[in-house]
C-alpha cells in the first residue's frame, strides 16, 4: 500500500469537512486552512520524493486489479503538479486570513477551498478517465460556489458565463467518456492507451481526440474557447482570482498533457497543427486583450490566456524538450500568476482600485512591494535570470529544433508584449505619483471586499508574497536542477509504457491484493 | 433500438444548443439539462445495449452464461446523473439570484464584466 498517493486527496477533503464541522468557529477555520495546507505540503513532498525514487507510484483503490477497478497514479508530472497545488494552497490560506472579511469566511471560503484543492489533487493522479471527470467536476462546484461568494451584480454576470461554459466542456468531456467507453470497453487510461493504439476504426479516434482538446481546451482557456476567463476572473474576492488563476486553468492544461502523450499520441499527425496553431492564437490574443486593458486584474486574467499559450506550444511541439518546457512554463505560472493576484490584493487594500489611471506612487511608499512585483512581472515577461525566462528559453529551443519557425518567432514577440503590458502596469501604479483626485476610499474598500483597513494584519498579506517572489526568483537561479526534474517528466510523457507497465503491471497489482486481504478478513 | 436512441439523443444534443443559444437565462439552464440528460444517454447506448439480461452470476457458476448487460456504463450514468442534478441545482438558485440582482431575464443585459 502507498498512502502517499491517496493522501494529497484525502487530507484536503478531511480539512473541508472539519471546517464544515466548525462551522461558526472562525478561529478554527482559519487554524484548520493553515494547518491543513500545511500538511498537505508535507504529504505532496513525500509523494514527490517516492515518485523520484520509484519513477511511478500506484495504488489500486479496493484492490481491485488495474483495469476493473479505480487507479490512483502519479508520475513526476503528477507529483510536482500536487506540490504546486499544495504551495498555492498554503501560500494563499496565509494570504486570506487577512484578505477574506468575516463576511465571506462565514460563508464557507475555508471548506470551499478544501474542495477545490482535493478536487485539483485529485485530477492530478487519478488514473482513470471517468475518476478524472469527477474530480473536474468536484472542483467545479467549489469554484462555482467562491465565484460568487459576496454576491455582487458583476460576480453575478460573470458567473452565469463561467458556469455555461465550463458545464458545456464537462459535457463534451463525459460525451467523449461515453464514446471511448463505447470503443475499447474500458475507462482505465493504461489499457484505453494500448487498446485505442490498435483499435479498429482510426477516423473515430480522431473524433474523439477532438472532442478531448475541445473540452479541455475550453477548461484550459485555450484560443478560441477563452471568453469565459476574462469575462469571470476579475470579479471574486481577490483570494479567490488568485486561486483560481494559479490552479484551475493549469488543470485543464495538465489534462490536455495527459491524454494527448498517453492516449492519442498516434493521432498527432491530425491533432498536432490544430494544437500548434491553436497555441500561436491564444498566445497574441490573450496578449493583445491584456494591452487594450487599463484595470489590474482583467490584465492579469488576459496575461493567463497568453501563458496557456505557451504551455500548449510546448505539447504541439511533441518532443522531450520541449514537453519539459511547457511543464516548465506551467510549474513558473502557477508561482508568478498567483503573486501578481495577490499583489493586486494588496494594492487594492492600499489604494482602494483595481483601476490602474486611479492609483500611483507605491514604488516610493511600499518599496518591497515593489521589489516583489518587479520579480515576479519580469519573471513572468520572461526576463533572465527569473524563472520565465528559462521556461521561455527551452520552448523556443525546442521550436527552433523542431523547425517551427513561424511559431516560435510568435512566442518570442508574445514575450515582448508581455513586457510592455508589465511595465505599463509598473509605470501607472509604482512609478507615476498619486493621482490627486485619489482620495484612499476607505468606504469602498469596506464595502466591496468588507476587508479593514488594519495596518497589523497586512504582514499576512506580504509573507505569502515575499515567499512567491523568492520562489519565483530561486526557480530561476536554480533552474539547473528543476530543469533536471522537468527533462525526467518530459522523458515519461512521451515514453507512456512506462506509465502503462506501472498502472496494468502484475507484480504491483498482485502485492496490493495481498495487503489488501488480510485487512479485510480482520474488519467483520 | 440503437438507431432510435442515436436519433433521440441527436435531438436532444440539437434541442440543448438551440436552447442555449436563446437570450432567456432560464431557456439557457433548460438548454444545460437537456444536454447532461443526452450525454448520459449517449454513454448508455455507446457501451451497448442488451436487453433483459441482467449481470447476475448464477450459484455454481464461475461467470454470467452468455451475453448480460455491461453494468459499468449504468453506474457511470447513475454517478453522472447525481453529478448533474448537483451541479443544475447550483444553476438554477445562480439564475434567480442573477434574475434578483440585475432585474432581467436577458443575457444581453449582462455584458457589463465582457471586454
Known sequence: MRPEVALPILLPLLSGAISLLFWRSRPMQRFTAVAGNLALLGVALWLLVAVKLDGYVVIQMGGWQAPYGITLVADMLSAVMVVMTAIIGL????YSLASTGPGHERFGFYPLMHLLLAGVAGAFLTGDVFNLYVWFEVMLVASFALLILGGEKAQMEGAIKYVTLNLLASVIFL?????????????????????????????????????????????????????????????PPVAVSALFAGLLTKVGVY??????????????????????????????????????????????????VSQIGYMILGLALYTPLAIAGGIFAVVHNIVVKTNLFLISGITRRLQGTYELKKMGGLYRERPWLAVAFFLSAFA????????????????????????????????????LLTLYSMVKIWNEVFWKTLPEDNLVPAEEVLVG???????????????????????????GIFAEPLMAMMNQIGDQLMHPQGYIDAVLGAEVGVEDVLIEAPEQEETP | MEPVMAVAIGMLYAAAIFLMLRRSIVKLVIGLMLLSNAANLLIFTSAGMIRGAPPLIPEGLPAPPGAVADPLPQAVVLTAIVIAF?????????IRRAYEIVKADDLDKMKETDT
Do not use: C
Request: net charge negative; hydrophobic share 65%.
Open chain 1, 91 to 94: 501560500t494563499l490560506s496565509i
Open chain 2, 86 to 94: 448537483g451541479v443544475l441545482a447550483f444553476a438554477v438558485v445562480l
Open chain 1, 175 to 235: 460525451s467523449a467518456v461515453g464514446l471511448l467507453y463505447g470503443m475499447v470497453g474500458t475507462l482505465n487510461m493504461a489499457d484505453a492507451a494500448q487498446r485505442l493504439a490498435v483499435a479498429e476504426h482510426q477516423g473515430m479516434v480522431e473524433v474523439l481526440a477532438v472532442m478531448f482538446m475541445v473540452a479541455f481546451g475550453i477548461k484550459a482557456a485555450a484560443f478560441p474557447l477563452f471568453f469565459w476567463l476574462p469575462a469571470s476572473y476579475h470579479t
Open chain 1, 449 to 475: 471586499d468588507d476587508s479593514r483597513m488594519v495596518p497589523p494584519s497586512l504582514w499576512l498579506m506580504y509573507l505569502p508574497v515575499a515567499l512567491l517572489a523568492l520562489f519565483a526568483l530561486l526557480m
Open chain 1, 255 to 304: 489534462a490536455l498533457f495527459r491524454v494527448f502523450t498517453l492516449l492519442f499520441d498516434q493521432t498527432l499527425g491530425y491533432t498536432q497543427d490544430i494544437l500548434l496553431w491553436g497555441a500561436a492564437l491564444t498566445m497574441v490574443t490573450g496578449v493583445l486583450g491584456a494591452a487594450a486593458q487599463f484595470e489590474f486584474r482583467r490584465i492579469l486574467s488576459f496575461h493567463i
Open chain 1, 380 to 415: 513572468l515577461a520572461g526576463v533572465p535570470p527569473l524563472s520565465g525566462f528559462f521556461a521561455k528559453f527551452v520552448i523556443v529551443r525546442a521550436g527552433i529544433e523542431a523547425e517551427a519557425y513561424v511559431v516560435t518567432a510568435v512566442a518570442l514577440l508574445v514575450g
